[in-house]
């Protein structure tokens, strides 16, 4: 299983979610498409290492995706 961390610029937020994730679908968001001026999207191997890069990230705000990471919570 892919993990996905979608850096969204205007919010100030790193979100981790699983690929299969309605509001993920495998990096391109819940619309189908990524739209980089919003959010870009960065896929790991690990939880461990989508976690370790949003912490990267430099977000005010990390945190397991509400519907398919709820146990992650903020980070």
């Known amino acids: 299983m892919k993990y996905w961390v979608q850096v969204n610029k205007p919010t100030?937020?790193?979100?981790?979610?699983?690929?299969s994730c309605v509001?993920?679908?495998?990096?391109?968001?819940?619309?189908?498409?990524?739209?980089?001026?919003?959010?870009?999207?960065?896929?790991?191997?690990?939880?461990?290492?989508?976690?370790?890069?949003?912490?990267?990230?430099g977000k005010k705000i990390k945190k397991g995706c509400d519907y398919c990471l709820p146990n992650v919570g903020y980070l």
């Open 23 to 57: 509001y993920c679908n495998e990096g391109k968001g819940c619309h189908g498409v990524s739209k980089p001026t919003y959010s870009k999207w960065y896929s790991f191997h690990t939880l461990n290492d989508a976690k370790d890069y949003a912490h990267k990230s």
């Open 12 to 19: 100030s937020r790193a979100i981790i979610h699983e690929e």
